[in-house]
């Protein structure tokens, strides 16, 4: 395996590379100055990584154990393939970390109302349970072709206590326009690693608490590290949860799977890092799914959550900068992993993790016994049985 080169941003706080940024209204300079300024604080109070800690363990059920998938190694052959078991967190998903963390620093900051927006309803759900925790009221945004794909999502947010929106024009794009307008006392929770300055970083900091543990347990393990790291990346907080702990670690292969979809047709997949280009989306420089003339284009996949036309900035800086390699993983293959990693293990995987599961076999067979691989498995599949349910074979 080749080592890679060290990644260097040699950039302001806010860039990655020239990844990033603030590309956003004056109106919203100031709420991001003061969310900026806010997190720097917090983020560095001992008695607030005290209580967010303490959160994340009695609440959200940290940490997560790091499991050998003894026979899904067996049926593909080659490497060692552990699962990072975010599945089994409050919530089904790798989302409460982020949610806590982030509803926490609203509380400190005064504000009551939160605001969020939802693809999968993962992240819906993680905010609905946060904010019924903390005493604080939400509000959810999701797309109305999702909420029909997501009915048990929506449902649970309702049952949290949470009014639902459904949005016909982007999720984020409502939810930016509801914060720019109820600014002084509504704090908006951002769901990936996405979006303008501060939300990257600090969304990939509230999510690195899943790299840090399975570092530190495949060492436990294997007393070595593993020969690569895989995740699913459609926002991609999952992933830069799980790779940033492995960044200094050149030895480590990092591989990032985007939604194929159907083709890498336009319109058919969700795979801005692979058919994408550069451009500018929900506030930051990126890489987008969208035409010649830089119309943002249609999506398609399977998994909602991975149904998203950028990704993380920082993912898009990994990427150019060598450190991170990224692939598809088309509809069919993402079902045959979850058919797989069910039958074979007694794990359902959420779609968006099945597409990591497929990859990571493809990958355990080029790899020799002796190595290892850890697939963040992000999420559950309780919530797509009735989507998996109209394509597999009963």
């Given at each position: 395996?080749k ?5 260097r941003?040699?950039?302001r706080?806010g860039k990655?590379?020239?990844?990033g ?5 004056e109106?919203?300079m ?6 900026e300024?806010?997190y720097?604080?917090f983020s560095?109070?001992p008695?607030?990584k ?9 609440f959200?059920?940290?940490p997560t154990?790091l ?6 190694t067996?049926?593909?052959g080659g490497?060692?393939?552990y ?8 919530g089904?998903a790798?989302?409460?970390n982020?949610?806590?963390g ?5 509380k400190?900051?005064g504000k ?8 999968a309803?993962?992240?819906?759900v993680a ?5 019924a925790a ?6 959810v945004?999701?797309g109305?072709?999702?909420m029909d794909?997501?009915?048990l999502?929506v ?9 639902v ?5 982007g ?5 930016l326009?509801?914060?720019v307008t109820n600014v002084?006392d ?8 996405v ?25 436990q393990?294997?007393g070595?590290?593993?020969k690569a ?11 830069i949860?799980?790779f940033h702990s492995f960044?200094?670690d050149l030895?480590?292969?990092l591989?990032g ?24 989306l929900?506030?930051?420089m ?7 003339v830089?119309?943002?284009q ?6 909602a959550g ?13 990427m150019n ?7 598809t993983?088309s ?5 045959d992993?979850f ?12 779609l968006?993790?099945?597409h990591a599961i ?6 355990a067979k080029s790899?020799?016994?002796k ?5 963040n498995?992000s ?9 998996i349910a109209?394509?597999l074979?009963?």
């Open positions: 395996m080592k890679h080169a060290e990644p941003t040699g950039s706080p990655f590379g020239k990844y940024g603030q590309y956003v209204p109106t919203l100031e709420p991001l100055r003061a969310l300024e806010a720097n604080k560095h109070d008695s607030f005290k209580e967010l800690a303490s959160w994340l363990d009695s959200a059920g940290r154990p499991y050998l998938a003894a026979n899904l067996r049926h593909v490497a060692r393939i699962l990072k078991r975010e599945d089994l967190l409050h089904g790798h989302k409460i982020n949610t806590l982030q509803a926490l620093l609203a400190k900051m009551r109302r939160i605001i969020a927006e939802t693809g309803g993962q992240h819906g905010t609905a349970m946060a904010c903390l005493g604080l009221s939400s509000e945004y999701m109305s072709e999702d794909r997501q009915k999502n449902y649970r947010m309702k049952m949290l206590g949470t009014k929106h459904p949005v016909e024009s999720s984020i794009n409502e939810a326009r509801d914060w002084q509504t704090y908006y929770l951002l769901g990936s690693v979006g303008p300055h501060p939300y990257p970083t600090m969304v990939r900091d509230f999510q690195s608490v899943i790299g840090k543990e399975a570092r530190k347990q495949i060492l393990t294997d070595k590290l593993p790291v895989v995740a699913c990346v459609g926002g991609g907080s999952n992933s949860g799980i960044v200094h030895d480590v292969d591989c799977v985007e939604a194929g979809g159907e083709s890498l047709s336009p319109g058919q997949n969700a795979a801005p890092l692979v058919a994408g280009r550069e451009g500018v929900h506030g930051m990126t890489y987008v799914l969208q035409d010649e830089g119309q943002v249609t999506t398609r996949s399977i998994s991975l149904d998203y036309p950028g990704v993380g900035p920082e993912h898009a800086f990994l900068a060598g450190r991170a390699k990224y692939v993983v509809d069919e293959e993402a079902l992993a058919k797989n990693l069910s039958q074979l293990e007694g794990i359902m995987p959420a968006e993790s099945a497929s990859y990571a076999m493809k990958l790899l020799g016994t190595d290892s691989i850890i697939v498995l999420g559950r599949g309780d919530k797509d049985v009735e989507i109209k394509h074979p009963r």
